[in-house]
């Protein structure tokens, strides 16, 4: 089993950043790909970004390309979004996802192939 929980979610202004932290505890050896989810009130879960555990490789959807980051520090067995220029329909609960099964790909990370999720951190951007 591999526990994670996530941390950093907060109110923040428009145009303002913030940086969500996931932490991964138990058979943490057995992750291969990390991601971050988010769900706005009303709406599906989304798919925001993902990375290889073992190579750092990542892959963003579209919408937070060039303003989120993605990373891992594989010595701290956590996974980190650095979030710029947040716009008001960024707002969501962000979850932390791990994939324990299949091979990297570059493409985005379907919730069904994540075998273990966190609790989510609030973010809001208020204008």
């Known amino acids: 089993q591999v526990q994670l929980v996530e941390s950093g979610g907060e109110l923040v202004q428009v145009g303002g950043s913030l940086r969500l932290s996931c932490a991964a505890s138990g058979r943490t050896f057995s992750i291969r790909t990390m991601g971050w989810f988010r769900q706005a009130p009303g709406k599906d879960r989304e798919f925001v970004a993902a990375?290889?555990?073992?190579?750092?490789?990542?892959y963003y959807t579209d919408s937070v390309k060039g303003r989120f980051t993605i990373s891992r520090d594989n010595a701290k067995n956590s996974v980190s979004l650095q979030m710029n220029s947040l716009k008001p329909e960024d707002t969501a609960v962000y979850y932390c996802?791990?994939?324990?099964?299949?091979?990297?790909?570059?493409?985005?990370?379907?919730?069904?192939?994540?075998?273990?999720w966190g609790q989510g951190t609030q973010v809001t951007v208020s204008s």
């Open positions: 990375i290889s555990w073992s190579s750092g490789s990542t």
């Open positions: 996802a791990a994939d324990s099964v299949r091979s990297w790909s570059m493409r985005p990370l379907a919730e069904y192939e994540c075998d273990y």
